[in-house]
Every structure is written in structure tokens, then in C-alpha cells.
């Protein structure tokens, strides 16, 4: 007889506090057991589930709303933690090896899905979940003393062109699917992106700076100013037919430098990584079967290997690539490679978008085994990544220093993703 915790009826902040108490606790697990903090939290939604213990309320809205909330905050923080001065004063290298490590990995993720069955829509975009990376090892680089290597300057900023990239392609690729492709149609969207970027960046940017100039000097103001932006620039974004997500990064790009280093900034950030942006994970993890799970590894080891041993090798070969033109050490090179392999925020964030994109017949741009396996990449980067990065701190000479454990993605701190 299995055991369904939703027929007990439980008053609904009883549910709550049942998750509540999971995500308090999942952090020091996950610190004991040395695995990423974002793969705790889509375990908890595993558990807690329609495929687990059902500890839902009867309607979703509530849940739901929050998670939208936390992947727009998500990608907002993305957004404000770039450094727009390293990307400034190495833009040149920065641009160059933005373009390798989004390229290699984006033909290896198209190639894949293409010889795996999908059509040419969906594995453009699985090419373009492989592009971009999460620099969630970065603050071990910067608490190492090793923040101001040249090579680490051109990896932080080539960041922002694999996350603008990919975020650019997921909205082509939904459009595609849910509308048919049209050159005219192609055009337009590509008219639309270019005067939704100017908008973000170059409006919202002068206009955002100067907002928070004269109203923003409270921190209530301030927040409050924050979210509404995130808001407008979600908004905007699914009026021309893209993703909230892309307005959300764009939007935290073109206040970027107007907060940085303010309380409010601090405070949104605590609340969001604290609460919306875990159930963010949380929620993803309701959509895992595990026993679908364990029959995509089982029946397709092919695709996951694939996936996964693809995403290493061309990011690794890219790094590999670019460094030797500029005569980096072997050391930094392999530096590079270990910040750009993990997969985590944006990567997750663009295949449930994909996932959740249906055309008229009903048909998902982004099936279950193909999230199954992006979550099996997420896991596996996540882990992989931050150890390759401590090997190579060790060989760059540096005695790395405790760096502060992120909210959300657990031993470093980040919010640069791609």
C-alpha cells in the first residue's frame, strides 16, 4: 500500500512548515555529505512531490508563484554580480573567449541532440544549454588571491556574452517551436531582441540610475525599486514574445553598477536566496519521477554520457584552445576550464522553460528524458567543476583562504551564470 501524505489532509501551514524545516535543514546536509546545495533543494522537491510524499497544497498557484518569482530573482542577481569594470578593461580577450566557449559547446550539444532523434529546434537548444556556465567556484579563485589573473578576468567576463547568448537563443527557439519558423518571423524577433536589449540596457540603465539617485536613498525604496524593475523587465520581455528570464538578467545588468555595494541590494539578495530562489529548486524537483529518472539513465546512457562528456570536453578543449594563443601557464588554462564546466542557475532555468514550451499540437520543445538528463549535467558539473577549480588554485601557487559558503549554490558564493 503506498503512503500518500496528501490524502492525510494536512492544513495547509503545516505543508509549509514541513518544507520550511527540509530547506532549513538540507544546507548542513548537504555541507556534511560535500554536494551542492542546489542539488539538496531539488531533492527536497523530490521528496516533497506529486511523485514523493505529495506534501502539496490542493492548488499549485501558491507554490508556482513563488518559484516564477525565484527563477526571475535568480536570473536579476545574475545580472547585478557581473563585473561590468573586469569586463570592461578585458573585453577584447573577454569577447574572444566568450564566443570559443559558447561555440564548442553549442555544436556539441546540437550535434548530440540531433543524433539522439530530436529536430532541429530542440537540439539548437540543448546545444545552447551546454553553451553557457555558472562560475560557481569563482570566490574560491577570488578568496585564493587569484581574482585579478588576467585569465580569471577574461573568464568572468566572458560570461556575460555565453549568458546573453544562450538567453537570446532559448527565446528564438521557443518562438520557433510555438509559432513555426518564417525568415520574416526570424527577422522580427531579432528586430524585437535588438530594441528589448536597447531598452534594458540603454534606457532602463540611465533611467534606472537615475531613479535610484533621487528616490532610492531609503533602503525600503530602494527594494522596492528593485522589484519593480525585475517586474517591468519580466513583463516586457513575455510582451515581445520572450522569456522573463532574459528581462530579468538584463534588467539586474542595467542597474548593475546604481546598487552595487548598497543595503538593499544585500537585503534582496538575502531574502531572495533564502526563500524564492531555493523554491525555485524546490519546484523543479516536483517535475523529477525518479523512477523516470532512473529509466532515462537506464534505457539512454548514450544521451547522458553524451550530454555530459560533451559539456566537459569542448568547455575544457575551449579554454584549452584560447589560452595556449594567449601563452597562459597550464595551470591558469586549466583554471578556465574548471569555472566554465558548471551548470547549474541559468542552464536549469532555460530547460524547464523549454520543457514547459508546447506548440499547437502539444508537443514539448524539451521532453522528460531530456530534462532528466540536463538535471543528471547539473549534478554531475556542479560537483566536478569546484574540484577541478581547487586542484588548479593549488597549482597556481596560491594558498587558498575559507571562502564564504552562497546561500544557494553552497561552498562559494556567486551569482555570475550563464
Not at 536570473?75 to 547585478?80: A, E, Q, R, S, Y
Not at 514547459?356 to 566536478?384: F, H, W, Y
Not at 587558498?400 to 555570475?416: E, K, W, Y
Amino acid at each position: 500500500m503506498e503512503f500518500d501524505l496528501a490524502t492525510v489532509k494536512l492544513p495547509l501551514m503545516a505543508r509549509f512548515g514541513i518544507a520550511l524545516f527540509l530547506m532549513l535543514l538540507v544546507p548542513h546536509l548537504t555541507a556534511r555529505l560535500r554536494i551542492p546545495l542546489v542539488v539538496g533543494y531539488i531533492l527536497v522537491g523530490v521528496v516533497l512531490g506529486p511523485h514523493g510524499v505529495s506534501v502539496l497544497p490542493e492548488r499549485g498557484e501558491v507554490a508556482n508563484f513563488f518559484a516564477e518569482l525565484g527563477k526571475l530573482l535568480l536570473m536579476f542577481f545574475v545580472g547585478l554580480e557581473v563585473d561590468l569594470r573586469l569586463f570592461r578593461e578585458n573585453r577584447t580577450r573577454a569577447f574572444l573567449f566568450g564566443v570559443v566557449t559558447f561555440s564548442l559547446p553549442m555544436l556539441a550539444g546540437t550535434a548530440v541532440g540531433l543524433a539522439f532523434g530530436y529536430g532541429t529546434v530542440s537540439a539548437i537548444l540543448i546545444g545552447s544549454l551546454l553553451a553557457s556556465h555558472t562560475l560557481i567556484a569563482y570566490p574560491m579563485v577570488a578568496a585564493a588571491g587569484l581574482g585579478k589573473l588576467p585569465s580569471v578576468n577574461v573568464t568572468v567576463g566572458a560570461t556575460i556574452l555565453t549568458d546573453m547568448a544562450s538567453l537570446l537563443v532559448l527565446a528564438l527557439c521557443v518562438t520557433t517551436h510555438r509559432t513555426g519558423f518564417e525568415w520574416m518571423s526570424l527577422l522580427r524577433q531579432l528586430a524585437e531582441l535588438a530594441f528589448f536589449i536597447f531598452v534594458m540596457v540603454g534606457i532602463l540603465g540611465r533611467v534606472g540610475r537615475w531613479v535610484f539617485d533621487k528616490a532610492g536613498r531609503s533602503e525600503g525604496a530602494s527594494f522596492t525599486l528593485m522589484l519593480m524593475i525585475v517586474a517591468f523587465g519580466s513583463c516586457l520581455a513575455e510582451l515581445l514574445n520572450l522569456e522573463g528570464i532574459l528581462g530579468a538578467f538584463l534588467a539586474g545588468l542595467a542597474v548593475n553598477e546604481a546598487v552595487r555595494g548598497t543595503s538593499a541590494k544585500e537585503k534582496i539578495e538575502f531574502i531572495g536566496n533564502q526563500f524564492f530562489v531555493p523554491a525555485f529548486f524546490v519546484v523543479t524537483g516536483f517535475l523529477v519521477d525518479m523512477k523516470l529518472f532512473v529509466e532515462t539513465v537506464v534505457s539512454t546512457p548514450g544521451m547522458v554520457a553524451a550530454i555530459v562528456l560533451g559539456l566537459i570536453g569542448s568547455k575544457w578543449l575551449a579554454a584549452q584552445a584560447v589560452g595556449h594563443a594567449w601563452k597562459y601557464p597550464a595551470a591558469e588554462r586549466g583554471l578556465m576550464g574548471s569555472l566554465t564546466m558548471p551548470q547549474v542557475a541559468a542552464t536549469l532555468a532555460a530547460a524547464l522553460v523549454g520543457y514547459q514550451a508546447m506548440n499547437k499540437a502539444g508537443e514539448r520543445l524539451l521532453d522528460q528524458p531530456m530534462l532528466n538528463t540536463v538535471l543528471v549535467l547539473v549534478i554531475v558539473t556542479s560537483v566536478v567543476g569546484p574540484i577541478l577549480t581547487e586542484r588548479y588554485i593549488r597549482r597556481c601557487g596560491a594558498q587558498a583562504a575559507p571562502s564564504p559558503a552562497h546561500p544557494v549554490l553552497g561552498r562559494a558564493r556567486t551569482g555570475i551564470e550563464g
